[in-house]
Nanobody
Framework: QVQLVESGGGSVQAGGSLRLSCTAS????????MGWFRRGPGEEREGVGF????????SVLDSVRDRFTISQDNAKNTLYLEMNGLQPEDSDMYYC???????????????WGQGTQVTVSA
């Protein structure tokens, strides 16, 4: 089993920055990918980006690529989402996910954190 704990959410004004963290514990040796999702407008969670643990290769959603950065610290089993230039439309619940393959689709991830709220005011 793997446990994921997010932190770093909060309330900021437009243009501000936040860094989300997600620390994994438990049996993490089989995890090959960690990612960030947000609740999004529809029924499916929207993929924000992910990182392949082995080589650190990242993919980030086109609409936020110039403002959001995903990184990892393997020694700490921690995933980060650096968010700059935040806008009100970025307000959402953000979730950390981990699994055996990288995908934009939430169903490919086996483990999820509890979520951390990001609120951006105009």
């Amino acid at each position: 089993q793997v446990q994921l704990v997010e932190s770093g959410g909060g309330s900021v004004q437009a243009g501000g920055s936040l860094r989300l963290s997600c620390t994994a514990s438990g049996v993490t040796v089989n995890l090959t990918c960690m990612g960030w999702f947000r609740r999004g407008p529809g029924e499916e969670r929207e993929g924000v980006g992910f990182i392949r643990k082995g080589d650190g290769r990242t993919s980030v959603l086109d609409s936020v690529r110039d403002r959001f950065t995903i990184s990892q610290d393997n020694a700490k089993n921690t995933l980060y989402l650096e968010m700059n230039g935040l806008q009100p439309e970025d307000s959402d619940m953000y979730y950390c996910a981990a699994g055996r393959r990288c995908s934009w689709y939430s169903e490919w991830y086996d483990y999820w954190g509890q979520g951390t709220q990001v609120t951006v005011s105009a």
